[in-house]
C-alpha cells in the first residue's frame, strides 16, 4: 500500500495550492479518501473527505468555501485544491483513507508540507 503525496510548498496569503495523493496496492475506487492536516504545536485534524464513488464530500469549517476535494478513480488519485490560502493554513497535509465519517481507517501518506508566509 502507498499514498504519495505532493504539491505542498511556499505559498503567499491568498494563494492557490493543489495537493495531490497517487494511491496503489489496494482497490481505491472502494475507499473513501481524505485530507487532513497537522500545525506545530496542535492536533491533526481532518480538512476534507470524499466518498469512493466521488459523491458526499465532508470540509472542516475552516476551509469550507476555499478548498475542494475531488478524486479521478481511472488514475487512483484524490486532490485537494486549496484557494485563498491563509496563515493559518500552514500545516503539514496528509491523505489517507477514511470511514464515512472522515476518521481514518488504517493507511496513511507521507505527508506534504504546506506554508503560507508573505
Known amino acids: 500500500v502507498q499514498l504519495q503525496a505532493s504539491g505542498g510548498g511556499l505559498v503567499q496569503p491568498g494563494g492557490s495550492l493543489r495537493l495531490s495523493c497517487a494511491a496503489s496496492?489496494?482497490?481505491?475506487?472502494?475507499?473513501?479518501m481524505g485530507w487532513f492536516r497537522q500545525a506545530p504545536g496542535k492536533e491533526r485534524e481532518a480538512v476534507s473527505c470524499?466518498?469512493?464513488?466521488?459523491?458526499?464530500?465532508y470540509y472542516a469549517d475552516s476551509v469550507k468555501g476555499r478548498f475542494t476535494i475531488s478524486r479521478d478513480n481511472a488514475e487512483a488519485t484524490v486532490s485537494l485544491q486549496m484557494n485563498s490560502l491563509k496563515a493559518e493554513d500552514t500545516a503539514v497535509y496528509y491523505c489517507?483513507?477514511?470511514?464515512?465519517?472522515?476518521?481514518?481507517?488504517?493507511?496513511w501518506g507521507q505527508g506534504t508540507q504546506v506554508t503560507v508566509s508573505s
Open positions: 470524499i466518498s469512493s464513488t466521488d459523491g458526499p464530500t
Open positions: 489517507a483513507t477514511v470511514y464515512t465519517s472522515c476518521q481514518p481507517s488504517g493507511y
Open positions: 496496492g489496494f482497490p481505491f475506487d472502494y475507499y473513501a
